[in-house]
């Protein structure tokens, strides 16, 4: 289906321990989380809180296993601090994952963002941007992204729930009000169909600019039960409303044919966070990499 080397398949490290939440996985190693990473056969890793942040150290763990480093999660803070603060640690950030070879940067706006408040509504207390918002987060993307060229890197935005950047009509006002050369898109297939919108359109709406890819399943039930209920993003975590493709509500098939059929290239990365105690994440690492072999070939 894929052109031959035009895509890599990584898996993030969220499945075995949570950045967010640090009592989820917490006993689980960097050094088991990567060589689960390697036996299940996928190519590369983004970057989690376990992971050394000496270059040397983090090359040869993961040089021995065979992986790559595809990007690593930037939180900015465009909308709420002031531009200086988020590019200082930006330029840090993009060092650092220069250095490890990777080619795009993860970036996402957490000024008003309530996906790390526990006992916050997801749905009734979803951040709006304001005029104002919209402009620093814009005008600060575009300085990003000209950092990144700096070192021949890109950023990748990162709609996420319970951010000002969630639903289509938030993406489409994102992408319409950036320059393309400077802010690309990260597709996540779980944050949309958890939000409500419908993935494929999407996808071949704004193909061109999606340079990174984030494969996430839903489990229908828990997502409708989170708004129901009022439960927050971590409480749905915990919960189970995400897994691995090939374990939930979504129809991988037509996703991949689409970017097949637009000639992607870059990474495609299982990521799926979920309680390790409930869900084994070097079974679940199997269970989607099985699947994905198999529905996209590669």
């Known amino acids: 289906m894929f052109a031959a080397g035009s895509v890599k398949i990584g898996i993030a490290p969220i499945g075995w321990t949570n950045d967010d939440m640090p009592e989820l996985g917490g006993e689980n190693t960097f050094e088991q989380c990567v060589s689960e990473m390697a036996l299940a056969g996928y190519a590369g890793t983004e970057v989690g809180n376990k992971y050394p942040r000496d270059t040397g150290a983090l090359q040869k763990a993961l040089r021995l296993r065979k992986l790559e480093v595809a990007s690593a999660w930037f939180s900015a803070y465009l909308t709420v601090k002031p531009l200086e603060e988020t590019t200082a640690a930006f330029v840090q950030h993009r060092d650092f994952l220069h250095a490890m070879g990777a080619k795009v940067i993860v970036v996402s706006e957490q000024g008003h963002s309530v996906q790390g408040m526990m006992d916050t509504p997801l749905f009734e207390r979803k951040p709006v941007f304001g005029e104002q918002d919209w402009k620093r987060l814009t005008e600060g993307l575009h300085v990003l992204g000209e950092l990144a060229k700096d070192k021949d890197m890109d950023i990748v935005y990162h709609h996420h729930m319970g ?74 975590v915990k919960e189970g409303v995400f897994t691995v493709p090939g374990d939930g509500c979504i129809d991988f098939a037509p996703l991949f044919r689409a970017l097949s059929a637009a000639g992607y290239r870059g990474w495609m990365l299982v990521e799926a966070e979920q309680d390790p105690a409930k869900a084994n994440p070097f079974e679940y690492a199997l269970l989607a990499r099985d699947y994905i072999q198999r529905q996209a070939g590669v």
Do not use: C, W
Not at 178 to 191: A, F, I, K, M, R
């Open 163 to 236: 951010t000002g950047v969630q639903t289509e009509e938030e993406i489409a006002r994102l992408m319409e009000g950036t320059n393309p050369e400077l802010v690309s898109l990260l597709y996540d297939t779980g944050h949309l169909v958890f939000s409500g919108e419908e993935p494929l359109s999407i996808l071949n709406r704004y193909m061109d600019r999606i340079k990174h890819v984030h494969l996430k399943d839903v489990r229908a039930d828990v997502a409708r039960r989170v708004r129901e209920e009022g439960l927050s993003f971590l409480q749905a």
